[in-house]
């Protein structure tokens, strides 16, 4: 089980610095989380790029069944997603909302990807990283990180 739990661990470890990376914001300042091997509810927010092809919450959900099979029904996953959209487009506020996508409880993390445009100008920098902040004191608040 410890096994399990450390390749859990990193894997949703480096599905969250590829989302990051891919947004094309600078470095994430990365915290060790003691808790990620039992990350069961992940929210995955994003446009269609995270959505093509039968949706990276899919696929991340069976990987780690995969590597998890006792404990699947305890893997929801869960994936908002606006076509074309920027990060700013989403109503995180709604989304955190107990029962709002059908989970009673709080997601252990939450992977936002932003429009792949936002590093062509400062302007569109500028609103990422303020959005990115915004979004991240709202989590905070809202004491989703449990």
């Given at each position: 089980?410890?096994i399990?739990?450390k390749?859990?661990s990193?894997?949703?470890f480096?599905?969250i610095?590829?989302?990051?990376s891919?947004?094309?914001a600078?470095?994430?300042?990365?915290?060790?989380?003691n808790?990620?091997g039992?990350?069961?509810?992940?929210?995955?927010?994003?446009?269609?790029?995270?959505?093509y092809?039968?949706?990276?919450h899919?696929?991340?959900?069976?990987?780690?069944?995969?590597?998890d099979?006792?404990?699947?029904?305890?893997?929801?996953?869960?994936?908002?997603?606006?076509?074309?959209?920027y990060l700013?487009?989403?109503?995180m506020?709604?989304?955190?909302t107990?029962?709002?996508?059908?989970l009673?409880?709080?997601?252990?993390?939450?992977?936002?990807?932003?429009?792949g445009?936002?590093?062509?100008?400062e302007?569109?920098?500028?609103?990422?990283?303020?959005t990115?902040?915004?979004?991240?004191?709202?989590l905070?608040k809202?004491?989703?990180?449990?």
């Amino acid at each position: 089980m410890l096994i399990v739990k450390k390749t859990i661990s990193q894997f949703l470890f480096l599905i969250i610095l590829f989302s990051a990376s891919y947004s094309g914001a600078a470095a994430p300042i990365v915290k060790p989380a003691n808790n990620l091997g039992k990350a069961t509810q992940l929210l995955f927010v994003g446009n269609s790029h995270l959505y093509y092809n039968d949706s990276l919450h899919n696929h991340v959900r069976r990987m780690v069944i995969k590597i998890d099979k006792e404990n699947k029904k305890k893997y929801k996953y869960k994936a908002a997603m606006i076509s074309g959209a920027y990060l700013d487009h989403h109503n995180m506020s709604s989304y955190l909302t107990p029962g709002q996508l059908g989970l009673k409880n709080p997601y252990h993390y939450i992977i936002m990807q932003d429009n792949g445009s936002t590093s062509l100008t400062e302007d569109k920098k500028k609103r990422h990283l303020k959005t990115v902040k915004d979004f991240s004191q709202k989590l905070e608040k809202q004491d989703h990180y449990q």
